[in-house]
């Protein structure tokens, strides 16, 4: 995995151990694991999708089956219990699980996981309706913000931290990414967070609106990094999606 200040991507995990009965192989007959991908609507769960479809058309002995946990959060847990054989998940959340903190705490998982590969570069960004009060991400206390896991709020907090935020002051609203972006628009929700980077088709099914990316000043971009080596603030160029003329930031993780 990537250290110090610098961006990172996703992380793919398998439960493997000799406390963890290995699926039974018979001769002509295809093993079936199963791939918790991510939330619906999001991008690990199209990534997750797509890669079920090459392995099972490349590896003739296997047949992988993607599943949508409810929250990423959950697939730790789904791994150390053999309810999923493969999973999608950030480094941190995985390493919280490892060590039962935060959403982990009581719940802690065994030495089971096993870290596969590194996936991709993976930028966040929290958008808002064109006529939202919150243009600053230090706007957001009082707000209804949707997200997709605890594991993606823990996240968010590290951001609000920087930016002098109490986190508490947040109305956490846990929802898939597809719910929140309809919640977003019908406003349910005030702001929601997102994968940026990857562009994500999301974004253009809300552009379809007047929209805004929330900014992220300078001293808490500055401040984010320095406390978070783990993840880096990643720039969202302008124009990568539609009515974005001008940069927009969000943390980078894998």
Not at 27 to 46: C, E, N
Not at 87 to 102: F, Y
Request: with cysteine; aromatic share 8%; hydrophobic share 35%.
């Amino acid at each position: 995995g990537n250290t110090g200040n610098t961006q990172t991507s996703g992380s793919g995990s398998a439960g493997s151990s000799s406390t963890t009965t290995p699926p039974v192989t018979t001769p002509g007959v295809k093993t079936q694991y199963m791939f918790a991908t991510g939330s619906q609507g999001g991008v690990y769960s199209l990534i997750g999708g797509g890669m079920a479809k090459c392995i099972n058309e490349i590896v003739a002995d296997v047949e992988v089956i993607a599943t949508v946990p409810t929250s990423t959060s959950q697939s730790p847990t789904m791994l150390d219990s053999n309810q999923v054989q493969m999973a999608i998940g950030m480094a941190d959340m995985v390493m919280r699980a490892r060590e039962g903190l935060v959403e982990f705490e009581g719940n802690q998982v065994s030495d089971n996981l096993v870290d596969l590969c590194a996936m991709y570069d993976n930028g966040m960004g929290y958008v808002v309706m064109a006529g939202s009060k919150i243009v600053n991400i230090k706007d957001v206390a009082g707000a209804k913000f949707a997200v997709p896991s605890e594991a993606t709020r823990n996240q968010i907090i590290g951001v609000l931290e920087a930016a002098g935020v109490d986190h508490t002051t947040v109305d956490w609203q846990f929802m898939p990414y597809q719910q929140g972006a309809d919640a977003l628009l019908d406003g349910t929700v005030d702001i929601m967070t997102l994968t940026s980077i990857p562009r994500n088709s999301m974004v253009d099914q809300i552009a379809m609106k007047d929209y805004r990316w929330v900014e992220i000043d300078d001293e808490t971009r500055a401040k984010f990094d320095a406390d978070n080596p783990l993840w880096t603030m990643i720039e969202i160029p302008p124009d990568t999606y539609p009515n974005q003329p001008e940069s927009a930031w969000g943390p980078a993780y894998y």
